[in-house]
């Protein structure tokens, strides 16, 4: 038993950090954005627009295993790529399509005129 001498333990309370909704919904309240606070509460508004509104929200991009984020010049590098193999890709598919001669191994067999 607890003596009154005893310090009386003090309550634990869990912090925790991150972008959970209730987080964002006690950082709003605590930092006086009750307004944003009470839109977020009526559905109004999501939580992560009202943190970034307030300002301490993040705009970080979120990287997954296996993925790697590029600057825009690389974007613009692989694009370029994607562009030409599809127009490579279009111009070999026209070619065979065009018959040279009638003799390509593209070009239709006319069964009707081989029965005769």
């Known amino acids: 038993m607890p003596t009154p001498d005893d310090p009386q333990p003090t309550p634990t309370v869990r912090v925790t950090y991150g972008g959970s909704r209730e987080n964002i919904l006690r950082r709003l309240r605590v930092g006086g954005f009750n307004s944003l606070a009470s839109q977020v509460v009526a559905g109004q508004m999501s939580a992560r627009k009202a943190s970034l ?34 127009q490579r890709a279009e111009r070999l598919q026209k070619a065979s399509q065009t018959p040279r001669g009638g003799n390509s191994p593209t070009s239709k067999i006319d069964a009707r005129a081989l029965i005769g």
């Not at 705009?59 to 974007?75: A, D, Q």
């Open 53 to 86: 509104l307030a300002g301490f929200g993040d705009r970080r991009v979120r990287v997954r295993r296996g993925e790697r984020v590029i600057t825009e010049l690389e974007f613009e590098q692989l694009h370029r790529r994607l562009r030409l193999a599809e």
